[in-house]
């Protein structure tokens, strides 16, 4: 394709867009709309999925140690629990630091709990897993080994957390290629109106010998800027809008809780699948209308 070409290219494809004003800004606005839509989705689900992760982090495995072992064996016991493959860490607890702990969180009136001894609780460690997927095979590895007692594990509570991250990443996945057909179908159709406009010229075109490619090439254009312009838009729209969202949960006292990721971390990514999905349905969207009155 020759520089000249290019040029006139280009130059097709902006002309087509300003001289169909309402139809590029139909195009434009419902495109801006779903790929905010999508972003929104995906950003919700982004979120969901690291705070899900964070609370696995802090979901734990409970091994007690059998009362009649020495500080030595203790020591030896960890070493063989730290060589299981889905094992992140371990952290020795001891009997003192339990009942610390254990009054801390439940006890309201110390007058209750003043009498408590450290003996009433056992030696423990505190294991953190690689994969909570693995959780029961790696609880009863734990628990085959000598001098463990008891072993504590949440499964249900682990298998609840996997499978609201399974069907978060579903809907969300859903959802975007729904939007994503909505769009090209409404991008394929603006440019259809267009080109309708000018389907004798492209009969003519057609008829003194101009390639399918040379008729194509400015439609092609005019969808890549139409989706470049709608990506780029969608893309400080969603900014704005997910630093709203962020500053209303920060100011909420009930939202705290949840932690939302930086968008500084995020933008990268956000802006190359916003300029990666406004450009193919462009230019998908391009092909699909002017497909039609190539047959002439």
């Keep these: 394709m020759k520089k000249h070409d290019l040029r006139y290219f280009f130059h097709e494809g902006i002309s087509n867009m300003f001289s169909h004003g309402f139809m590029s800004f139909a195009a434009v606005g419902i495109t801006i709309a779903c790929l905010l839509i999508m972003g929104t ?12 992760q964070s609370l696995q982090r802090q979901s734990v495995v409970l091994a007690f140690i059998d009362e009649t072992y020495t500080e030595a064996q203790e020591q030896d016991l ?64 734990i628990r085959a080994l000598p001098g463990i007692a008891k072993v504590r594990a949440d499964e249900d509570l682990s298998q609840g957390f996997l499978t609201v991250s399974r069907i978060a990443t579903i809907v969300c996945v859903a959802l975007i290629a729904v939007l994503l057909a909505v769009s090209l179908f409404i991008m394929s159709n603006t440019i259809k109106l267009t080109t309708f406009d000018r389907k004798d010229e492209i009969a003519i075109m057609k008829m003194v010998g101009a390639t399918d490619g040379f008729i194509r090439w400015p439609f092609v254009y005019e969808g890549l800027l139409l989706g470049l312009f709608s990506s780029l838009i969608a893309f ?26 930086a968008f500084t971390e995020l933008w990268p990514v956000v802006l190359a699948a916003f ?14 209308a002017i497909r039609k009155f190539l047959r002439v």
């Design 78 to 141: 960890q070493k063989k629990i730290e060589g299981i493959d889905n094992v992140r860490d371990v952290t020795f607890v001891s009997r003192e630091s339990a009942l610390t702990t254990y009054v801390e969180q439940y006890g309201e009136d110390e007058e209750l709990f003043r009498e408590l001894e450290p003996e009433i609780f056992r030696d423990r460690f505190s294991i953190h897993l690689k994969d909570l997927e693995d959780m029961q095979e790696t609880a009863d590895a």
């Design 236 to 261: 400080f729209l969603q900014w704005v809008l997910y630093a709203a969202i962020a500053a209303g949960i920060n100011a909420s006292d009930t939202l705290q809780l949840l932690d939302l990721l």
């Design 41 to 52: 989705f995906s950003l919700v689900a982004v979120n969901a999925n690291a705070n899900l």
């Design 275 to 288: 300029v990666v999905v406004g450009l193919l349905v462009g230019i998908a969207g391009s092909l699909m």
